[in-house]
Structure formats: structure tokens, C-alpha cells
């Protein structure tokens, strides 16, 4: 009789081994292994774009036929863009977040925009029962078209379903829930994940259905489940946010299809998610004005200039110790921001507290707000303020001088934009920018800085 084969699996990463191992040689994590049996072989058989799409023979790339790339348009701005113009068919995409951060809510409008278009759409959810999935869509609003509800986790219920109804678009809310019979393992783990999205592979390759794909993401930022599910796809959109705003980006990492560069800003409201149409402005809300410690920088966040304020707090401590915080950037370059002040502008911190603030809930790791994070520290500290219609960008070196950013040309027009009317930023890319009504300084060093902040 044959033995059913047993083999392991690092759950970060997705290597296989045919014994256990505390370090996983591919990602050097620790204790990552599980068992899982290794029959769902078979399964994944002929699954795949290779049996699909191609006749099994070389074929010289000017002989493949061009078949347009069919895009469905959601009506949802922001979620068309990150795409790259729209759905395409055929296309697998997984949509990554943690709980609670609008996932479920998200896939659903696109449902009812969907369906309002009289495209044929089936929603499966292994999480919630039909009764509070029409609990949500009566929050976002009334639903013109038919949506096809399923609420269900066997995958060959599922397959019998999808085969039956023949959807144009079908959402899968979420992988980890879903399970395959003659796989012996738990729903979530590496290899029922792994199984599944195999089937939807299939699904979508072969009868061109368009899938969205929902994923959790672990405590370190991942979908859960072997990395394998980020390389079966097309697409990788993630939904991040601070639980404390209420603004939500929609970020795409892989895209076969289009750029990763771009964003879809949203806001969580009572019925639903918001487009942010103008995020400077949405971030910029309630910017005060005629204070100290407070700048405006322009940030990029993939090819999308947005504007946000930097803030700075410097305090006498009343510690040995002084504290530095900072939210919404690396603390680590905040720290080493102010030991170049220290050094380059002869100012002494060391019986100052220090509190940097990027305002509207927003992470910025960008280099190019170092500059914007100096003059506010600076303001903070000699109690003076910066301008109201000036911004600044720049990034700064350890010797002081003040280096060129990427995209400078983006970030300048957008605060024209805006309204703004003084920019200060590197030298270098000042030199090269050519058509613009603001005032642009260029500076060589955060000395210069100085005769700015009065
Ligand atoms: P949900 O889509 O269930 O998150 P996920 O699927 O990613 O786990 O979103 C749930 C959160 O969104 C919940 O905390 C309530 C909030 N929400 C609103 O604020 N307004 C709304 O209209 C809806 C539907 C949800
Ligand atoms: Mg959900």
C-alpha cells in the first residue's frame, strides 16, 4: 500500500522540505515549519497559464496574436487607477490588509458599481453569513443591478457554483477560509491556501473570469500563508490605513498589467469608502496657522505628489534623559537629523525634548522630507515661524549640504497648485526646473535655512 507522503512547509515562505527544520534555509526564519501532507500533487496538475493560453510549442513573438487587453472600468476612480486603467479579464488579483481596514467593504462597492453596470458578479464569503453581507450593502447604498451572494468554504461546492453561474467577475472573501476536501489540512495553512488559489488560477485563465482574491495579513505585515499566493497572482493591491484616521490607501506592489507606483486614497465614512480626489487637501485639513513647528513638505507616494505637514515640538526636559519621539517617520532619522543640526548649525538639543510629528496619520520614510523636518525643529526651537505659503523639500546629508530628490518637478507643481507661493528646495533641482510661478529657492545647505525661518 502506498504510504501517503508527508512534507513540510516554511509558512513565511512557502519552501518544501521532506523533514522538519527549525531554520528555514530559504528565509532564515525560525520555527516557521508545519506538516502537511503532499497528495494535493495531482490536484494542481495542469493548472496554470501554460495549459491555457499557449498550444505547447515555441512560438516566435511576432506570430503571437495581440488580443487587446479588455478593461473593465469600475467607475471607481482610485480603484481603476492602481489596476492601471481598470480590470482586466482573466486577471487574479489579491487584495491584502489587516482586519477591519475595509477589505470586505471595498470589494463590496465595487460589487455595486459592478452590477449597477449589468456586469454578472458572484461574491463568495466564507466569513460572514448573507444576513450581514446585506446588513453592509445597505450601508453603501441601494444596489440597481443583481449580485449573486454564496456563502460557503468547500472549494468543491464552490467550483460546482462557479461553474453553474459563470460570473464575469468573482470575488473570494477571504483565501484563508476556504478548504479542499482531500487536502487533510486546516483552513489558512500553506498548503489549503496554496490548493485554493490554484483552483481560482485555474478559473480565471481559463474562462477569462476576473478575481479578487482577499487576503490577511500577518502581525509582520504579510498575507498570511506561504508567499507562494504573491506569486501565483497578477496583481498584489494592498489596503493599508491608520486605525485611527479614517483615510485608507490601496497600494499595488506587484501588477502585471500596469505600475506599482500607483495609489488610491479613500476615506472610511458611515455609508462606505469616499474617493479622496485631493489628497494635499484632505491631509492639509485644519493646518494651523502663524505657528511655530509647523511646515508643509511634499511627499511622493509612488507617482502621486501629496502634501502634509510636518510638525515639531522642542521642550527644555525635565530628565536626565531628553526624549525623542516621532510619529508618522523613522525615528531613527529623526535622531540623526538633529545630530546634524547640532554639529553643522552649532545648535545644542541636548536639554531639549523632541516630538516629530507627520500630521493626518501618514508614514513618510521618504528622504525628502529631512528638510522639512529640520526647519520644523529649527521653528520649534527659536519659537519663530515659517511662512504659510511656503513649503519645503530636500534631502539632507550628514556634512549638512542639502541633496536632490526625485520628482521635484511633481512636487513643485502640485503646490502650485495648491496655492502655494514659496518653495525651498535643493539647488540642484531648482537649476533644472523650468516652467513655474512660485518662487523657488534653491539651497546648498541647511545653513541657509536660517535666513528663511524669521
Ligand atoms: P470591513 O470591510 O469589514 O473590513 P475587512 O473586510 O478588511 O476586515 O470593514 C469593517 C470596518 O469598516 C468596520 O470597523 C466598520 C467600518 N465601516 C464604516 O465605517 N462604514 C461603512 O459604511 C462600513 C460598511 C464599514
Ligand atoms: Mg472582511
Not at 47 to 70: A, D, Q, Y
Not at 273 to 293: I, R
Not at 340 to 350: F, P, T, Y
Not at 373 to 394: E, H, P, Q
Request: net charge positive; hydrophobic share 40%; with cysteine.
Amino acid at each position: 500500500m502506498a504510504k501517503t507522503k508527508i512534507a513540510f512547509f516554511c509558512k513565511e515562505c512557502g519552501f518544501e522540505s521532506n523533514k522538519w527544520l527549525g531554520k528555514c534555509p530559504a528565509c532564515n526564519q525560525w520555527d516557521t515549519f508545519a506538516e502537511a501532507p503532499r497528495a494535493a500533487k495531482k490536484v494542481s496538475k495542469g493548472v496554470g497559464v501554460s495549459s491555457s493560453f499557449t498550444n505547447n510549442e515555441p512560438l516566435e513573438l511576432s506570430k503571437v496574436s495581440m488580443t487587446e487587453n479588455e478593461r473593465l472600468k469600475t467607475g471607481m476612480r482610485e480603484f481603476d487607477r492602481v489596476l492601471g486603467g481598470g480590470i482586466v479579464k482573466g486577471s487574479l488579483v489579491l487584495v491584502g490588509g489587516d482586519p477591519g481596514i475595509g477589505k470586505s467593504t471595498l470589494l463590496l462597492q465595487i460589487c455595486k458599481l459592478l452590477t449597477d453596470q449589468e456586469v454578472k458578479v458572484l461574491y463568495i464569503s466564507g466569513e460572514e453569513s448573507l444576513h450581514q453581507i446585506k446588513m453592509r450593502a445597505e450601508r453603501i447604498g441601494k444596489f440597481k443591478g443583481e449580485l449573486l451572494l454564496y456563502s460557503e468554504t468547500n472549494l468543491d461546492i464552490i467550483e460546482e457554483a462557479i461553474h453553474k453561474v459563470k460570473p464575469a467577475v468573482l470575488i473570494i472573501d477571504s483565501i484563508q477560509t476556504m478548504f479542499k476536501e482531500d487536502v487533510s489540512a486546516a483552513p489558512g495553512s500553506v498548503s489549503q491556501v496554496r490548493e485554493s488559489t490554484a483552483v481560482f488560477l485555474k478559473f480565471a485563465k481559463t474562462f477569462g473570469i476576473s478575481t479578487f482574491i482577499v487576503g490577511h495579513v500577518t502581525k509582520e505585515g504579510m498575507v498570511a500563508g506561504p508567499r507562494v499566493l504573491e506569486h501565483m497572482v497578477d496583481t498584489v493591491l494592498y489596503f493599508e490605513g491608520d486605525s485611527g484616521a479614517a483615510y485608507r490607501m490601496l497600494r499595488g506592489v506587484k501588477n502585471r498589467f500596469g505600475s506599482t507606483n500607483e495609489i488610491g486614497v479613500f476615506e472610511m465614512r458611515q455609508n462606505g469608502l469616499a474617493e479622496v480626489k485631493n489628497p494635499s487637501e484632505y491631509m492639509l485639513q485644519g493646518k494651523p496657522k502663524g505657528q511655530s513647528g509647523s511646515v508643509v513638505c511634499c511627499s511622493m507616494e509612488g507617482t502621486r505628489p501629496i502634501l502634509i505637514e510636518t510638525q515639531a515640538l522642542i521642550c527644555r526636559t525635565n530628565f536626565n534623559m531628553p526624549r525623542r519621539t516621532s510619529a508618522g517617520t523613522d525615528y531613527n532619522r529623526v535622531n540623526l537629523l538633529m545630530a546634524v543640526m547640532e554639529k553643522r548649525l552649532g545648535i545644542s538639543m541636548a536639554e531639549c525634548d523632541a516630538y516629530v510629528n507627520v500630521a493626518g496619520g501618514m508614514k513618510v520614510t521618504e528622504p525628502a522630507l529631512d528638510l522639512a523636518i529640520i526647519a520644523a525643529v529649527l521653528s520649534s526651537y527659536r519659537n519663530l515661524v515659517i511662512d504659510d505659503g511656503m513649503i519645503i523639500f530636500g534631502e539632507v546629508g550628514l556634512t549638512g549640504e542639502v541633496r536632490a530628490v526625485s520628482m521635484a518637478e511633481q512636487r513643485v507643481l502640485e503646490a502650485e497648485k495648491m496655492g502655494y507661493e514659496t518653495c525651498i528646495m535643493p539647488a540642484v533641482n531648482c537649476k533644472s526646473m523650468k516652467t513655474s510661478h512660485m518662487k523657488l529657492i534653491g539651497i546648498t545647505n541647511i545653513k541657509e535655512i536660517i535666513n528663511y525661518i524669521k
